[in-house]
């Protein structure tokens, strides 16, 4: 089975911090991708990755960041975390071929105060 | 890309069968369509997928029309633990490929 983890389950931060929401995959999977979850705005891609140092941005990637050093981790950066980006945050990974699903991790709630 | 439209909730009773249909009236020949399933506090999961005809996996079937500008996922005998967000996909997945997720459908499953 597919496991994808994300580092940290909960997490606080304050306005203004540097914030880093880690991920990683085990199936060698080639792509992979961060969104965020807000109640009446469904899941909106963030940033996503298709091969290790490659990246490309989504529907959202203002104030965002993204690091893919090796295939199985791939990094969300919020330079100056804002209260607005207080969200769930979900990676996903997926094979490169046609029609392959994919597979999410449990997601880290970021809270900026 | 294609969008989806999907009914925003439905309710059911434990033992019945669940049909959600999902639009997408632009789809593409290259498209697939993919059904995730989500409980609060959890990421998506991906449940089945399909490009025409009929799919069918142990937790459910997939009903594709000919056009495929609609599909309809299927839930054989729900329980109390299929209650969650149902989410329709409509895409490829090749380098670049971009996903857009609709709100979902909220399927409540009453005792």
């Known amino acids: 089975d597919v496991k994808v983890t994300q580092s940290s389950r909960y997490l606080v931060k304050r306005t203004g911090e540097k914030v880093f929401l880690e991920c990683v995959q085990d199936m060698d999977h080639e792509n992979m991708f961060w969104y965020r979850q807000d109640p009446g705005l469904g899941l909106r891609l963030i940033y996503f990755s298709y091969d290790v140092k490659m990246k490309e941005k989504g529907d959202i990637p203002e104030g965002y960041s993204v690091s893919r050093e090796k295939k199985e981790r791939f990094s969300l950066i919020l330079e100056s975390a804002s209260t607005n980006q207080t969200s769930m945050y979900l990676c996903a990974s997926s094979f490169q071929g046609l029609g392959s699903p994919l597979h999410f991790g449990n997601g880290t709630r970021l809270t900026v105060t | 890309l294609a969008k989806t439209t999907q009914p925003i909730s439905m309710d059911s009773y434990e033992g019945q069968e669940v049909n959600i249909t999902c639009s997408h009236n632009?789809?593409?020949?290259?498209?697939?369509i993919t059904w995730y399933q989500q409980f609060p506090s959890q990421g998506p999961r991906f449940i089945i997928q399909?490009?025409?005809t009929k799919v069918t996996n142990e937790v459910a079937s997939l009903f594709i029309p000919a056009d495929r500008k609609s599909s309809t996922l299927s839930l054989p005998r729900v329980s109390l633990s299929d209650t969650a967000v149902y989410y329709c996909?409509?895409?490829?997945?090749?380098?670049?490929?971009?996903?857009?997720f609709g709100a979902g459908t909220r399927l409540f499953v009453k005792a």
């Open positions: 399909g490009y025409k």
């Open positions: 632009n789809i593409a020949t290259n498209d697939y």
């Open positions: 996909l409509v895409g490829y997945n090749t380098g670049g490929f971009k996903t857009i």
